[in-house]
């Protein structure tokens, strides 16, 4: 079982920052995948921005440019950067890890509100 722990979410003004931390409880040699999805009230989960256990990374064509997914290894810590937010943004996101079996975990979620 993996556990994943999400912190960083909050209240931010359009055009602010965020930076969302997901401390995960698998080596990064035992992940096939890692990333960030977000759902919206009322709307479906959507990925967010994803990258391979090799460092590739994908994003959505709504966050380009604006949100960067990282991670930090021996912390086993993935983060997503987020700059100039926009109220669409706003959404519960949640950190999702794939293992080398093919086996998804999810966080808890973490609450982001972007104000005008």
């Known amino acids: 079982q993996v556990q994943l722990a999400e912190s960083g979410g909050g209240l931010a003004q359009a055009g602010g920052s965020l930076r969302l931390s997901c401390v995960h409880s698998?080596?990064?040699?035992?992940?096939?995948?890692m990333g960030w999805y977000r759902q919206a009230p009322g709307k479906q989960r959507e990925v967010v921005a994803t990258?391979?256990?090799?460092?590739?990374?994908n994003y959505a064509d709504s966050v380009k440019g604006r949100f960067t997914i990282s991670r930090h290894n021996a912390k086993n810590t993935v983060f997503l950067e987020m700059i100039s937010l926009k109220p669409e943004d706003t959404g519960v996101y949640y950190c999702?890890?794939?293992?080398?079996?093919?086996?998804?975990?999810w966080g808890q979620g973490t609450q982001v509100v972007v104000s005008f």
């Open positions: 999702y890890i794939q293992d080398t079996n093919k086996r998804d975990y």
């Open positions: 698998r080596s990064i040699f035992n992940i096939n995948t």
């Open positions: 990258m391979t256990g090799a460092g590739n990374t």
